[in-house]
């Protein structure tokens, strides 16, 4: 599969599930998929380093990838034409997602 990249505009944090910020702020989200598709490279500029990740399942248009690392989480929603609406980074430990947004 290729990589893919994706220009974020902004992003909301949630913590506990309950919104706390929504900030303006652009992120360039680099997807780097393995030749079948089941393993994933994410990076997030300029704050996330490199994260591997296994394809978990989805939920209809929700991709979600389980982190090497046990604390990572991720997902990918894509609208009906295959781009992306959303990108998630969630840290489970913290009870953290990050919603990067078009």
Known sequence: MPTIHFQ???????????????DYVPRFIQLDYSPNGAMLTI?????????QAMF?????????YNGFDPD????????PDN???????????????LKFLE
Do not use: C, M
Not at 43 to 51: A, D, H, W
Not at 56 to 63: F, K, M, R
């Open 43 to 51: 990076s997030i500029l300029p704050t996330l380093s490199p994260k």
């Open 83 to 97: 781009t992306i609406r959303r990108v998630s980074v969630i840290r489970l430990d913290r009870n953290l997602e």
């Open 8 to 22: 974020s505009s902004n992003h909301k944090r949630f913590e506990n599930g309950i919104q706390v910020s929504h």
């Open 72 to 79: 990572y989480r991720f997902e990918v929603e894509t609208k």
């Open 56 to 64: 978990a399942g989805d939920n209809g248009s929700v991709l979600v």
